[in-house]
Nanobody
Framework: QVQLAESGGGLVQAGGSLRLSCAAS????????LGWFRQAPGKEREFVAA????????YYADSVKGRFTISRDYAKSAVYLQMNSLKPEDTAVYFC??????????????????WGQGTQVTVSS
């Protein structure tokens, strides 16, 4: 099993930066694929970024490419989302997720079997 807990959300002005952290516990973390998703009020949960078990492959939604960076730290059992040049449309609850299954489609929310509780990110214009 993997337990996930996000932190680092908050209120920031447009153009600013935030770094989200997701602390993970569980023996399978090092072999898990990890992702970040977000959900704005009245909208479906959408893919933001993902990273494979080795950290050698990363994936991004077109809307965040070039602005957001996903990374993982094995020593700290954590995954991060560095968010730069934030826009009001980035406002959402951000969730980290882990995939411990044999197959993985990085952009699909149903490809992840563990989820954190989420952290609110609000970008003011």
């Amino acid at each position: 099993q993997v337990q996930l807990a996000e932190s680092g959300g908050g209120l920031v002005q447009a153009g600013g930066s935030l770094r989200l952290s997701c602390a993970a516990s569980g023996r399978t973390f090092s072999s898990s694929r990890l992702g970040w998703f977000r959900q704005a009020p009245g909208k479906e949960r959408e893919f933001v970024a993902a990273i494979n078990w080795s950290g050698g492959s990363t994936y991004y939604a077109d809307s965040v490419k070039g602005r957001f960076t996903i990374s993982r730290d094995y020593a700290k059992s954590a995954v991060y989302l560095q968010m730069n040049s934030l826009k009001p449309e980035d406002t959402a609850v951000y969730f980290c997720a882990a995939n411990t299954m044999r197959t993985w489609l990085p952009t699909r929310s149903n490809a992840y079997d563990y989820w954190g509780q989420g952290t609110q990110v609000t970008v003011s214009s």
